[in-house]
């Protein structure tokens, strides 16, 4: 990387120099992922005794704010250090053997007619060792057993594990799956001929997963380091999260940001935050067939005070209300610092304010609504708030930072960011596009979560 090297380095030689410089960048990034899990894999494989885990399969085709709907579940475990049994099945089954009730959250009590609580249904809250815990105790209600963690893995992860593991063959479907096709099988045999509880046939996905379990752990030659990257790139981008219950373990994996947190505010913190959480409440997927984008603009008044305005325009390519298409029934919550005032919400051009709930949460304020967009439909979602922040000049100068989480299970969503601010301010920092006189943009998208910082200066 010496530009003194770089300025004395022949014209042939340069192009193989930086093949090199990437390579040793991947390499080096390889290594990391492998040093973190050299770490914990001995505690985790039970080196010495036994362990179980939980591995919920979410279908983020239909989404849940902890990544999708969990359609299937694995049971892995391990003695001294060996894979010992491993089993995989649809959560129909599973949740068939509950016999008490659990009343659940009122949201899915309201807007999808549920009247009972279930393990497929345990992932409603966006912080994931919440819901893996909220998993894991039903688990242990239905299946008589306790585990040693949980992980969740999406679609999108399977996707990117297949581009290293290759092709999987389902007999039962007479399909081979590929990264390529995954997304188009998994719509196309979106559980149209399967029948809760039924074990005449199993789920697609119970059985994508049994394959790919299957090919990860018992066939030889596997590309290690490309399934290490793999799962490196899924974590980061949270299609896959993971959940110990050993409180040293997961402090490991927390430092790691494996864990899909949905970090606590406080009061006196100064950083702006913003959450969007949304859960497909139509029983369908129609998520696959959803395009979304965001447009957040902030006006900086002089007295250093901050407004947004946030845009999400959503667009519904479902051909019809056939399944597995169809209305995208939307319970959208918003985790904004606490203390934040909602001065609007309009959906299309209905105005929604009074439609919309507040609640506070993980020490944040929240804003929840319903929106419904209904096949070959686009609508806008337009909130204005105000979060209690103001810029803070010191010796002339301020800073502010803006933290955007993205949810788990969503893709690459654009993300546009627009700055104004006042005539006697100036923005000291850089990289940023300059669109107006006082007024500059970031364009992004939300692949894994964001942070932004500001320098203004006087």
Do not use: C
Not at 263 to 272: H, I, L, N, P, V
Not at 394 to 422: C, H, M, N
Not at 431 to 451: A, F, N, W
């Amino acid at each position: 990387k010496s530009r003194d090297f770089k300025s004395l380095l022949p014209a042939i030689l340069t192009g193989r120099v930086n093949s090199l410089e990437k390579r040793l960048s991947a390499y080096a990034g390889l290594v990391r992922k492998g040093r973190a899990l050299t770490n914990i894999l001995p505690a985790v494989v039970a080196m010495e005794g036994s362990k179980t885990y939980l591995v919920l399969l979410q279908n983020n085709n239909e989404l849940r704010p902890a990544g999708g709907f969990i359609g299937s579940f694995a049971k892995i475990s391990f003695e001294d250090g060996k894979l010992k049994n491993l089993q995989v099945n649809d959560t129909y089954t599973l949740d068939s053997a509950l016999k008490i009730h659990v009343e659940p959250p009122k949201e899915i009590k309201s807007d999808l007619g549920q009247n009972d609580y279930y393990l497929r249904d345990s992932n409603w809250e966006p912080d994931f060792p919440t819901a893996a815990r909220q998993a894991e105790w039903f688990y242990n209600k239905e299946a008589g057993e306790r585990v040693s963690g949980t992980i969740a893995l999406d679609i999108s992860a399977i996707e990117d594990l297949l581009q290293s593991i290759g092709p999987l063959d389902l007999a039962d479907f007479n399909e081979k799956i590929t990264a390529q096709n995954l997304f188009e099988k998994a719509i196309s045999n979106a559980e149209v001929n399967f029948s809760p509880g039924s074990q005449a046939k199993k789920s697609f996905l119970t059985a994508l997963t049994q394959s790919l379990f299957n090919k990860l752990f018992f066939l030889p030659n596997q590309d290690w380091p490309g399934i290490v990257t793999s799962l490196g790139r899924s974590l980061e981008r949270k299609h896959m999260s993971i959940y110990l219950d050993d409180p040293r373990l997961f402090s490991y994996v927390v430092s790691q940001n494996w864990a899909s947190i949905m970090t606590r505010g406080t009061q006196e913190s100064a950083s702006d935050f913003l959450a969007p959480v949304e859960a497909n409440l139509g029983a369908n997927k129609a998520n696959y067939y959803l395009d979304r984008s965001y447009n957040l603009e902030t006006l900086i008044g002089r007295d250093g005070d901050i407004s947004h305005k946030l845009r999400i325009a959503y667009t519904n390519r479902s051909p019809s209300d056939a399944f597995p298409a169809g209305k995208y029934k939307n319970r959208i919550r918003f985790y904004l610092p606490f203390g934040t005032k909602l001065v609007k919400a309009q959906w299309g051009e209905t105005e929604i304010t009074k439609d919309t709930e507040s609640f506070v949460d993980y020490d944040r304020a929240g804003f929840s609504m319903l929106l419904e967009l209904m096949p070959k439909e686009a609508k806008t979602l337009i909130i204005d708030y105000q979060p209690p922040l103001k810029l803070d000049y010191k010796e002339g100068r301020a800073f502010y930072k803006l933290d955007v989480i993205k949810q788990a299970g969503t893709l690459k969503d654009p993300f546009s960011w627009s700055v104004t601010f006042p005539i006697n301010v100036r923005l000291a920092s850089e990289p940023v596009q300059k669109i107006g006189p006082q007024q500059y943009s970031i364009q992004t998208d939300l692949s894994t979560d964001k942070t932004f910082q500001l320098e203004f200066s006087k």
